[in-house]
């Protein structure tokens, strides 16, 4: 026999062309001609309704232009016109604060302009307590985000901050230089929405009462969840455990990284398995499916579909709303409305809806490396399911459970794995082989310290109950963390090269894309699939 194929995705070149006219708006500077010529082309198409594939094209010109325009709108949005000389600024914490050698990288919004700003305060015992949602009184010159130390102002009178600025610029542009020789660094801020940065002297700062009801309703909200973040991994410290697991436990389950030490960040890495601790929809899908086992109320689906969303969004929101968490609580948002309506879910459709929307919100997002490996993730793992986990028959996998499982593993990591790798090779220029065989242990046990990390902090009311999940927990996580090394001392576990150059990373997904076409039509031709 054969298998039906058939893939339903409209919405996926509208997504590709707006990806394109985001990405050309870097050098087309003139947003009133963009605007013009979009209009144009409108009218063009009203009078091109009775030739549809011109009309397609030329609507996704239209797109592709109105890419243009909604990035030189948000790049004008972020330009910020700061004070020559310091001033004094109400600002609230919207980050956990991250230790460095000589600072404490604090993320604040300002009160009043509600500005994002990335703050360098000099370490001190007080500069060491800030936490989220704290008040800071600051008297501080802000400047714009630059790439080159050479580019950054300051002040003669301000020989501390200029020596602060110095060491952490150092220290910066050598971890930048280990990544990646052209590391955009201003642009890598903007796409997460910080408009300046500062660099503060121990005296140049105080703890103070900020008014913060000029913050947007969702800011605040996005605060006060990110207070509760702040509350659940201080009972996490009050484990004791050891710092490895502690670290990858908080980076796991609430998305806290500033307690990984070098050694588990390289032992991840050079395993392929840095994702488990960046949260993603991986982390996102393995909550969504214990909410789902708990709320099966077949009598009810609406309202449990609706308890099932909210949690989810109350998740990504108590994690920050990074974009990968984002766009996984979109795309299952949209799957519920869907399945409650009893209509077929599209999933390459969706995808690309959710791209579409994130991107309209924020079109730098396209530049944040999470946003782009989680899109070519899902979108390699739903190609890959529906092209090839057919070719097995499924009567078969279904008297096999165990094939079906490790085949189910092995096509969803094989089609990441893939996927992805141009896009990491460009970014990080590594490459690992044994990523494949770490995800055959890493996925369970990734579950297993999902699920025992909520029930030890939904029973903190019950000491005995949550210690023994506490022991279980970190029995797991050192597992997993000594299968990790073992990969690791695997011969060419992991390949490091110069970083792909942007034009050979399109040329290979373009080559990636024929492949994948020519397989299919071998597929037809073989009557494997139709």
């Known amino acids: 026999g054969y298998i039906m194929l058939r893939i339903e995705a409209p919405l996926l070149p509208v997504a590709i062309a707006l990806i394109v006219g985001i990405a050309i708006g870097e050098w087309i500077k003139a947003p ?8 144009g082309i409108l009218i063009i198409t009203l009078f091109l309704r009775y030739h549809p594939r011109w009309q397609t094209t030329t609507i996704l010109l239209c797109v592709t232009l109105f890419g243009c325009i909604i990035r030189q709108y948000q790049e004008n949005n972020m330009k910020v016109c700061w004070p020559e000389y310091p001033a004094e600024w109400q600002a609230v914490v919207i980050d956990e604060p991250i230790e460095k050698t000589k600072t404490m990288t604090v993320d604040v919004l300002l009160a009043n302009s509600r500005q994002k700003v990335r703050c360098h305060i000099a ?15 600051l008297t501080t010159h802000i400047h714009e985000i630059r790439n080159k130390t050479s580019n950054l102002h300051h002040s003669t009178t301000r020989q501390d901050s200029n020596k602060i600025a110095s060491d952490h610029l150092k220290q910066q542009n050598h971890s930048k230089n280990q990544n990646h020789s052209t590391f955009d660094y201003q642009r890598f801020m903007a796409s997460r929405g910080f408009t300046g940065e500062a660099y503060v002297r121990p005296f140049d700062w105080d703890w103070g009462i900020v008014d913060i009801s000029h913050l947007s309703r969702i800011e605040r909200l996005r605060l006060r969840f990110m207070t509760y973040r702040s509350i ?7 484990w004791k455990l ?50 789902n086992l708990l709320m099966n109320w077949r009598k009810a689906e609406l309202i449990s579909q609706a308890i099932i969303v909210t949690t989810l969004w109350a998740y990504a929101l108590l994690v920050g709303l990074s974009p ?18 009893y209509r077929d879910s599209a999933p390459i459709n969706t995808l690309s809806f959710t791209a579409i929307v994130m991107l309209i919100i924020n079109p730098l997002a396209l530049y944040d490396v999470s946003f782009q490996l989680s899109y070519v993730a899902v979108c390699a793992i739903l190609l890959g399911n529906s092209f090839f986990k057919k070719v097995i028959p499924i009567e078969w996998l279904m008297n096999h459970r165990i094939v079906k499982w490790i085949w189910g593993i092995t096509l969803v990591s094989l089609a990441a794995q893939i996927g992805t790798a141009p896009l990491v090779a460009y970014h990080f220029g590594v490459f690992n082989p044994c990523a494949l065989l770490a995800n055959f242990f890493l996925i369970p046990l990734a579950t297993l310290t999902i699920i025992l990390t909520i029930l030890a902090l939904t029973t903190i009311w019950f000491p005995w109950l949550s210690d023994l999940f506490v022991i279980a927990l970190s029995f797991v996580v050192k597992t997993m963390n000594h299968l990790l090394q073992l990969v690791t001392e695997i011969p060419y576990s992991h390949l490091n090269f110069e970083p792909f150059s942007v034009v050979l990373t399109l040329f290979i997904y373009i080559l990636m894309g024929f492949a994948f076409i020519l397989y299919i039509k071998y597929l037809k031709m073989h009557c494997i699939i139709k």
Request: aromatic share 6%.
């Open 32 to 39: 009133i001609v963009v605007f013009a010529a979009m209009a």
């Open 123 to 137: 370490k001190s015992n007080d500069s060491q307590e800030i936490s989220v949602g704290d008040g800071l009184i």
């Open 232 to 238: 659940l991994l201080k009972h996490i410290q009050e």
């Open 242 to 291: 050891d710092k490895a697991t502690e670290g990858v436990i908080k980076a796991m389950t609430l998305g806290d990284r500033s307690d990984l030490s070098p050694t588990v960040k390289t032992t991840y890495t050079q395993a392929g398995a840095s994702h488990i601790l960046a949260l993603s929809g991986m982390h996102l899908t393995i909550i969504f499916f214990i909410i």
């Open 324 to 341: 990968s968490v984002t766009r996984s609580a979109f795309m299952i948002s949209v799957y519920a409305l869907l399945s409650v309506g």
